[in-house]
């Protein structure tokens, strides 16, 4: 049984002058986990959240915290973001020379972990470590920045990566994410391809009617594309 659908905010579109409320408002709004940016401006051309800042948040709500590493050198402070509240790491493949050993890492410091694949990276990256983690992430836009385009050649990968997570037999125990460009008109193509776990920034920052009905609307497109309605 694919897991459920998880609907989850990137807080790069939020006020960062008072990312405690922001969470709180996520909260509130329905998301049941909220993703953290964290950008190195090396392994991507922006710089964003140090460990202290999520740890400042943290308190704020209590879904879980999701840390989305776009740094060359995770394993340096891994152990920083498990320790400021992130339940799950989330790794690059292209950062990671040792990405077993940086996953198998992850998991003895007691956090999930989990491996994204930026766009051009083929599914096969993530062959032999799906036995170490409990989500994939496939891009689906390059990353380093909110309210890029969604790169609908994407939903071949996101299907090879959810043949591969149900061939392993991992299904009941390994989400597929996508991130990037998630909104009410490409939501469905991700779902429909295999995603479970679905991250959304400006969709949910621009929705007009605010973050509760985003959050609502994007399920219920997720969940109608699943089942085919
Ligand atoms: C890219 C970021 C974005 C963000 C979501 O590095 O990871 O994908 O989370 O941005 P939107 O939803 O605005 O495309």
């Known amino acids: 049984m694919t897991r459920p659908i998880q609907i989850a905010p990137s807080v790069l579109p939020a006020d960062f002058a008072k990312l405690g409320e922001e969470v709180a408002a996520l909260e509130q709004a329905g998301v ?132 591969m997570i149900d061939a392993a037999g991992r299904t009941d125990d390994v989400d597929l994410e996508v991130d990037g460009g998630i909104g009410p008109t490409t939501i469905a193509g991700a779902a429909a391809a295999g995603a479970n776990v679905l991250i959304a920034g400006s969709a949910l920052y621009r929705d007009p009617e605010g973050l509760e009905h985003a959050v609502t609307d994007l399920r219920a497109r997720a969940e109608a594309a699943r089942t085919g309605d």
Not at 33 to 42: A, F, H, P, R, S
Not at 50 to 61: F, L, Q, T, Y
Not at 125 to 138: E, I, S, T
Request: aromatic share 6%; net charge negative; with cysteine.
């Open 32 to 163: 049941d986990l909220i993703q953290w940016d964290v950008m190195d401006g090396q392994f991507v051309p922006n710089l964003t959240f140090g460990p202290d800042v999520i740890k400042s948040a943290r308190k704020h709500c209590t879904v879980p915290f999701e840390a989305h590493l776009m740094v060359y050198t995770p394993d340096v402070m891994a152990k920083e973001y498990v320790d400021a509240g992130c339940a799950r790491l989330i790794v690059h493949a292209e950062a990671c020379t040792h990405l077993h050993r940086t996953l198998a890492n992850i998991n003895d410091l007691g956090a999930n972990a989990a491996v994204a694949l930026n766009p051009a990276t083929p599914a096969s990256a993530v062959a032999h470590v799906l036995d170490l983690v409990d989500l994939v992430l496939v891009m689906t836009v390059n990353p380093g920045f909110g309210g890029q385009a969604y790169i609908e050649t994407m939903e071949t990968k996101i299907a090879e990566v959810r043949a």
